[in-house]
Structure formats: structure tokens, C-alpha cells
């Protein structure tokens, strides 16, 4: 299992290189490249992070040739790799609405999950946007090119303005934390059915994550709006700020 997480890992950053390299609606494909991984491996939080790590790897080795090279050339790398940053925080903005639609889903159909199985997708979820940060900023430290540069730049945005990820986790979290207060008191009554376990939750997710259920989220859309605001990745304004 370990061999074909590596395996699956290394053809995602391998694929997102040779995105990056062609510069061809990058973040549209690097987002789809993202999720068809997420939806079909575990969804913990540290195996997110794997995907994430993979995703940067592959984007800074896209555009490490180019940033070599002229100056329009550089300009061009530049767009690909914030792009590819962006397709990856669209893809976690997308897996966090994914998980609030299965659990809205599962409720309409009275089969509430357990307290303790959405307690345990909560407490991942509640990481997710801490994860992108962080492995944004591992990806930048310690490079002194104009890459690592670009992803200081992203990462400290980031931090200021927030991400559609964390706009898209104050919906997912509040449905949550309803459900689990619903899954409390209906535990202790008479004909609740539960799902079977964490896993069937999962199930749920992936499968609303590879339909394509959240297509709607933008990159870059702030804490403070919800997820209906939409507004461009303001990535490309650092430099000016």
C-alpha cells in the first residue's frame, strides 16, 4: 500500500510538471489532476498533505527552466506556477464542500453519521487550511530562486487575505457541528439509521469530490466572504501591495 501511495504521489508531481511545462489552462488542470487523486485515497490529513507536497513539487519543477530564461519567459513561469497554486487551493476548497454536501446528503435521507465519525472528519477538515499553508511555506523555505520567491509571496498572501478553503470551511464545519449535535440526541432514540462507519463517509466525499459537485469555487476568495462571493486570485497583486 505504501508503494502505490509513493507510486500514485510521483505520477501526480510528474503530471503537474509537464502541465506547468506546456502552460496550457494550467490551474483548470492542475485542479483536476488534484482530485482525481484525493478521490481515490484516503482522505486524512496527512495523506492530503502528500497530494499538496506532490502538486508544488511538480509546479516548481515546471517552471525551473523557464525561470532561466528571458524575461518574458520568466513573466510566463510565473502565471504558470501561481496557477498551479491556485488549481491546487480550488481542489481542498473543493473536498471541503464535497464533505458538507455528503453529510447535508445523508441527512435528507435519515442516515445520520455517528457523532464520533463526524467529529473525526472535522477534526481533519478543520486542518485543511493550515495544511495548505504550511506546505506552501515548506515549499518556499530554504529556496533562494525566484520560484521560492513566488511561493513566500503566495504563502504570506495567504496568511493576510485568507483562501477559498478556509471561506469554503466556515459553511462545512457549521453543517457539521449541527450534525453532530443531531447524531447526539437522536443516539439515544429509537430507529436511527446510522451510516455504517467512517469509511462509508468517505465513500460519500470522494465520490461528491470526483462528480465535480463544488465546480464553482474560485482561488483566492477570502475567510471573510462566503462561498457565493467570488472574486480572482489576488496572487498576482503581491508584488504591487
Do not use: C
Not at 506532490?54 to 496557477?83: C, D, F, I, N, P
Not at 506552501?136 to 533562494?144: C, D, W, Y
Not at 475567510?223 to 457565493?228: E, F, H, K, R
Request: proline share 1%; glycine share 8%; net charge negative.
Amino acid at each position: 500500500m505504501q508503494n502505490e501511495t509513493s507510486s500514485d504521489t510521483s505520477n501526480l508531481e510528474s503530471k503537474v510538471r509537464d502541465v506547468v511545462e506546456q502552460g496550457q489552462d494550467v490551474q483548470e488542470k492542475v485542479r483536476q489532476l488534484t482530485l482525481s487523486i484525493i478521490g481515490t485515497r484516503s482522505l486524512d490529513i496527512k495523506s492530503l498533505q502528500q497530494t499538496a507536497d506532490a502538486v508544488l513539487r511538480g509546479a516548481r519543477a515546471g517552471v525551473e527552466h523557464k525561470m532561466q530564461q528571458t524575461t518574458e519567459q520568466t513573466g510566463s513561469a510565473r502565471e504558470h506556477l501561481k496557477q498551479a497554486v491556485s488549481g491546487l487551493e480550488v481542489a481542498l476548497a473543493q473536498l471541503a464542500e464535497a464533505a458538507k454536501l455528503a453529510v447535508e446528503e445523508a441527512a435528507g435521507r435519515a442516515q445520520k453519521y455517528s457523532s464520533d465519525d463526524l467529529k473525526r472528519a472535522r477534526d481533519d477538515l478543520e486542518k485543511l487550511e493550515k495544511m495548505f499553508l504550511e506546505t506552501l511555506q515548506s515549499a518556499s523555505s530554504g529556496a533562494r530562486d525566484a520560484a521560492g520567491e513566488i511561493l513566500h509571496d503566495m504563502a504570506a498572501h495567504t496568511r493576510t487575505h485568507g483562501s477559498a478553503i478556509g471561506a469554503q470551511l466556515k459553511e462545512t464545519l457549521s453543517v457539521i457541528a449541527h450534525q453532530i449535535g443531531a447524531a447526539g440526541r437522536a443516539q439515544v432514540g429509537v430507529g436511527l439509521h446510522l451510516a455504517r462507519n467512517t469509511t462509508d463517509m468517505l465513500r460519500q466525499i470522494a465520490a461528491g469530490v470526483l462528480t465535480g459537485m463544488a465546480d464553482h469555487i474560485k482561488p483566492g476568495q477570502s475567510s471573510g466572504q462566503s462561498p457565493g462571493q467570488h472574486k480572482d486570485s489576488g496572487y498576482s497583486q503581491d508584488k504591487a501591495e
